[in-house]
């Protein structure tokens, strides 16, 4: 039976009950739909890992502390100079690190942490390119767990 995802308390309430696998990999179609906001190719292993449900655990946390410590130097970019395509690229990565986090690393659930990072990724264009119209990130990650959760095993 299909799930329908209307709002922020659903989307929690569906990721909630995902694996660890299935929380990256839905966390790193979060960052996918974010990720043409930056241009560094840990983004896009970043994004490779979260999807690969074979990924060795070695892999993984060296593919998690690489894009962490990119999501760490890019901090330094927010703020002061309002570079928002920096700063979009800053949210992109700190996506893409949750996306990969357990959730000892982040004391919440990795997907929904990725989520809220992607739209801050968002909101960052959105002021970059002054287009208040631009498509409602929040409505494209409900589509996006949607789909997801309609993909898995029964």
Known sequence: M???????????AAISGLSP??????????????????????????????????????????????????????YTACGSDADWAAQAEHFVAAAAAAALSSDDQTGARGAWKAAMQARMAKNCE???????AAANESENQYQMAER???????
Do not use: C, W
């Open 21 to 74: 696998a299935e929380q990256r990999a839905l966390g790193g179609q979060f960052v996918a739909n974010v990720g043409h906001l930056s241009q560094d190719p840990r983004i896009n292993r970043a994004i490779d890992a979260a999807s690969n449900p074979d990924i060795s655990l070695a892999e993984l946390e060296e593919t998690y502390k690489t894009v962490k410590a990119f999501a760490t130097q890019t």
């Open 126 to 132: 959105m002021i970059l390119i002054d287009d208040g």
């Open 148 to 154: 997801y959760l309609e993909g898995l095993p029964q």
């Open 2 to 12: 299909p799930q329908n995802i209307t709002n922020d308390h659903d989307l929690r």
